[in-house]
């Protein structure tokens, strides 16, 4: 691609490396310039993340930044990195909630730093490959690979149930992703077999003839690989544990990025691979997704945890982007990729906020706070504006993508997106219920009285995260327009391969802004 | 009357030699070192080995051009030189000397037996290098014998131990036994054919001969042979005796070089020999590999020896190997290659960190001895850790590409079955490999220990075996190549 001037995705992955390499000679003991360090080398990901959004071309469809080179040449497995409209959300996500997370460290991590950060850039680093990586094998080894360090965040630096939740997510992950590796291993050879070239390369194995009957077992291989990840309902049993007990940090990422990557799995690989088994599977995902929008709702609504709470709304939230997704139209599907992007900002900022009351507090049942909003007011301020996101409030960045997504719904399944927006309806109920028990009232317990508000580090934090949360729901356009090529593209595949299969009537393609969209659906 | 001797050509036996005078010179320069310069042994051992990997790297191109068939023979068909022979003279010259190292570090260098242990490490090395460029079913015996026989006495090393005792008992019972199955087969398959030359064997069935019910019986004892030195269920029951009691070292030179050695042979004999009954003998593995990989995995689950779960380990990942055997072809006969490399770097590199660990000082095997040790030990620990996680097939790792080869060869053959339930065990294998890490990041030690400092020989193999397994992990394609290079001397 023309505009590249250099390998800027590798450079984004190899830099976190650079910083963990330069981290390991840093004396354990200099715990401030270790944090120093770490805030830097993610920061820097950042602006080069920056780079990368500026220059994207939103008028093509297919893969920018291009890199390729020579890896496994005899099992026709290459080194091939690029971005499209569906990547390039996710990615600016993870780089900008890296440091963010990095940031919120500083405090909250009092033992063993150096490990600790090196555990966040190598983190940093297998995210950013999962969602650049256009090779099914480099794919596997980043989507495999970036368990490592979250084993570690989670169990080392975890709760008080913290190898419990730590296994539990290794174990869960692996058993979905090795039949994923099966697969990938089959769909190559099928390939083969009816081109006569083994490859890896996903552009090429998009599009190849496969029998409808193999079709559905290899989508079903991938989809619960990326429903385990997502999580929907019933594979999501891990989440809440793994929430609880991970550091603040790494319940942000693990929110915010890595649940993503289940969500884009469906978009990268799941769809574009097997159109017709995806059009077949989609009645059945799409009731599992309204499932986990509903029983997360309600399960969240009877929490006393805080992080659980919160836990149990990312799998309302996901059902969500799963819904769109799988409504297979384009508003659903943006509404879906823009939802990522949202469910990362205001769940991230939800976590930080319920990290920032545990130093104070030591603890994050609901019942022991109260009142808090007279003596944390800049805290219960940040703290509304993101509980509103979450609820998808007009003005800020929930409410475009949730409703791009029931838009979508509406028009392919009509009982889906009534039942989805009863999703939106309790999630109002638990998280202003929530919201009203934590911040309003009377103060159960006096030491809620004598708390320092949030000060100019925990400030820094949380002004990028509402900034762009108010900035997407105001003009969403700028992301969308950069979707629609890809997103137009992934459907039209979708669409010429299942010709022959019925599947629902679509709207003709909108191609203007946000209040198009919207007109367009009147 | 006049003595036809063979014709030899001595270049087969090239790497061979050095590895032979070496075990005999270590024997004899003991006589003459003062105790404070023992740790020479190790050394003359350290360049025996070396002086043998030169030799067999010399010979890799060579071998290319010597004739049409990749290959040449020394006295008649009975050794091997092809490129597979020398793949395994270069591995287990890489056990040998990583080996070496760990003992170096395990071994009290004051003892007075350091000759008898190097050279009984460096005559086992032969036999096995023996088995593995075999081309006559009498040479692989030999090599057999040759190995074990060395390795029982080394399992007795700690002859004031009575588990050494013990485990050096049972493994010459049980491998005596082993033993005798294999000869019986080869006498019945002798008796069927009128020859134990591979190719010849090939040959025969080739013809049209159908598979006379005593040729059979004799392959099946064959495999019971090899089921028994690859320790494969329900041939397994010796081995985690055997490789708990023997010495740290010795077991860990078992582990990988037993295995290579053997499926060295196993391979040539099943490519070579046997290709016309794939579908017979793929029946059999078939369901030694399903039990092999399960009974190691669910068992190795329970352990809280460290090396006797690095035993129950090591039989699983027999199964693994088993997978490729019956994928057969050269896809899984090269897989099997890459993965017997992962294998060992993995395995000696685990058993370096132990022996690093513990240093010349009381044994600590138990898993809650490494508690804490991750903030303690932070290097060794990490490379600790990068060892469990290839165990685990977990990326970037050598384990997850050698899996990886294995289970796409297992499809290649269109075995999806056996493939699901590998990659099934090995999310099972995840939980005790990273109990490992658990008990060393995720809990601190009950009482401080002393630490000692670790021996610079031990750690110089971790450091080797680390890069090793990372560089496969990353890099997987310049060794993969070699593989099938070699496996295409046998498989065609």
């Known amino acids: 691609m023309s505009q590249t001037g250099g390998p800027i995705l590798s450079t984004l992955i190899v830099l976190p490396l650079l910083g963990v390499l330069l981290l390991t000679i840093v004396d354990g003991a200099r715990e401030g310039l270790i944090k120093r360090l770490a805030l830097a080398v993610s920061g820097l990901d950042l602006l080069l993340s920056l780079i990368v959004y500026v220059r994207f071309d939103p008028a093509k469809a297919g893969m920018q930044f291009v890199e390729r080179a020579l890896w496994i040449p005899s099992i026709g497995s290459s080194y091939f990195l690029g971005v499209d409209g569906i990547s390039l959300p996710l990615l600016l996500l993870t780089t900008f909630l890296t440091p963010i997370a990095i940031l919120a460290s500083f405090s909250g991590i009092a033992s063993r730093v150096k490990a600790y950060m090196i555990c966040m850039l190598l983190l940093q680093s297998g995210m950013i490959g999962v969602f650049v990586a256009l090779d099914l094998v480099l794919f596997y080894v980043f989507w495999e690979g970036m368990l490592i360090p979250m084993y570690f965040l989670i169990g080392v630096w975890g709760g008080s149930r913290r190898i419990y939740a730590t296994l539990k997510f290794v174990l869960y992950t692996m058993a979905g992703s090795v039949l994923m590796l099966l697969a990938m291993i089959a769909l190559a050879f099928l390939h083969q077999g009816s081109t006569g070239r083994l490859t890896f390369d996903l552009l090429e194995l998009i599009g190849g003839p496969i029998p409808y009957g193999t079709q559905l077992w290899l989508f079903a291989a991938f989809a619960l690989a990326f429903a385990i990840k997502v999580p929907m309902f019933p594979f999501h049993t891990w989440l809440p544990d793994a929430h609880v007990e991970a550091p603040t940090a790494g319940s942000v990422l693990l929110a915010g990025v890595l649940l993503k990557m289940g969500t884009y799995g469906f978009l990268r690989f799941a769809l574009p691979l097997f159109p017709e088994a995806a059009v077949a599977f989609a009645p059945l995902i799409s009731v599992l997704a309204v499932i986990s929008i509903l029983y997360g709702a309600l399960v969240s609504m009877v929490q006393d945890d805080l992080k659980r709470l919160i836990a149990y709304s990312s799998v309302s939230h996901l059902g969500f982007v799963m819904l769109g997704i799988f409504a297979m139209n384009l508003q659903a599907v943006e509404g879906s990729i823009l939802q990522m992007v949202n469910h990362g900002l205001s769940t991230g900022a939800l976590f930080l906020l319920v990290g920032m009351i545990y130093e104070r507090r030591h603890t994050r049942m609901i019942e022991e706070f109260g009142g808090l909003s007279r003596t944390l007011p800049r805290f219960a301020l940040c703290f509304l504006i993101v509980t509103m996101s979450s609820i998808g409030l007009p003005g800020l960045n929930g409410f475009v993508g949730e409703f791009l997504i029931l838009a979508g719904t509406f028009r392919v399944h009509k009982g889906f997106a009534v039942l989805a927006t009863l999703g939106v309806i309790l999630a109002a109920v638990y998280m202003l219920w929530m919201w009203q028990r934590v911040m309003w009232g009377k103060s159960r317990r006096a030491e809620n009285l004598t708390l320092d508000d949030i000060g100019r580090r925990e400030m820094a934090i949380l002004v990028p995260i509402i900034l762009l949360i108010l900035w997407i729901g105001l003009n969403p356009n700028p992301l969308l327009r950069r979707m629609d090529a890809s997103v137009i593209q992934l459907l039209e595949g979708v669409r010429s391969a299942t010709s022959e299969v019925r599947i629902p009537p679509s709207p003709p393609f909108v191609k203007g802004g946000w209040g198009d969209l919207v007109r367009s659906t009147n | ?492």
């Open chain 2, 1 to 492: 009357m006049e003595l036809v001797l063979p014709q030899i050509d001595w270049a087969p036996f090239a790497p061979l030699i050095p590895v032979a005078l070496g075990g005999l010179t270590t024997l004899v320069t003991d006589l003459f070192l003062p105790p404070g310069r023992k740790y020479l042994i190790a050394i003359l051992s350290l360049m025996a080995i070396a002086v043998s990997i030169l030799l067999s790297i010399g010979s890799w191109g060579p071998v290319l051009d010597s004739d049409l068939g990749m290959v040449r023979y020394g006295i008649h068909d009975a050794v091997v030189l092809d490129r597979f022979s020398l793949f395994f003279y270069l591995v287990l010259g890489l056990i040998c000397m990583l080996t070496i190292l760990l003992s170096m570090g395990y071994l009290d260098t004051a003892a007075a037996d350091q000759g008898e242990y190097y050279s009984l490490l460096l005559f086992s090395a032969l036999g096995m290098m023996l088995m593995a460029a075999g081309g006559d079913l009498i040479v692989i015996f030999l090599g057999l014998e040759t190995f074990s026989l060395a390795l029982y006495t080394l399992a007795g090393f700690w002859k004031a131990d009575l588990r050494s005792n013990e485990s050096a008992l049972k493994y010459l019972l049980l491998g005596a036994f082993a033993s005798g199955f294999f000869l019986y087969g080869i006498a019945l398959i002798y008796g069927a054919t009128g020859t134990t030359m591979l190719r010849q064997i090939a040959a025969f069935l080739v013809d049209g001969h159908p598979p006379a019910p005593l040729f059979m019986i004799g392959g099946g004892l064959l495999l019971v042979g090899f089921g028994f030195k690859i320790a494969s269920v329900p041939f397994h029951m010796w081995a985690p005796d055997v490789y708990e009691g023997a010495p740290t070292s010795v077991t860990a030179f078992m582990i990988a070089g037993t295995k290579a050695a053997a499926f060295a042979a196993f391979l040539r004999v099943f490519l070579l020999a046997l290709p016309a009954l794939h579908v017979q003998w793929s029946v059999a593995i078939w369901v030694l590999a399903v039990l092999t990989m399960t009974v190691g995995n669910l068992v190795a689950l329970v352990q809280s020896n460290i090396k006797r779960m690095l035993a129950y380990s090591s039989i699983a990942h027999a199964g693994y190997l088993l997978v490729a055997l019956v994928a057969g072809g050269s896809s899984g006969g090269a897989s099997i290659l890459f993965y017997l490399v992962a294998y060992a770097l993995m395995n000696l590199g685990a058993f370096a960190v132990i022996i690093a660990l513990q240093g010349h000082e009381q044994e600590r095997l138990l898993l809650t001895d490494y508690a804490g040790l991750g903030w303690q030990r932070p290097v060794l620990a990490a490379c600790m850790a990068v060892f469990m996680f290839s165990l685990a097939g977990i990326p970037p790792t050598a384990g997850f590409m050698g899996k990886l080869y294995i289970f796409s060869a297992a499809l290649e053959g269109r075995y999806l079955g056996l493939a699901v339930i590998g990659v099934l065990n090995s999310v099972v294998s995840v939980y005790f490999y990273l109990r490992v890490i658990v008990i060393m990041y995720m809990s601190e030690a009950a009482s401080p220990r002393s630490l000692v400092p670790a021996s610079i020989a031990a750690v110089l193999a971790v450091v080797i075996s680390v890069l090793g397994t990372l560089h496969l992990g990353l890099f997987p394609a310049g060794l993969l190549d070699l593989a099938r290079q070699s496996i295409a001397a046998v498989a065609g």
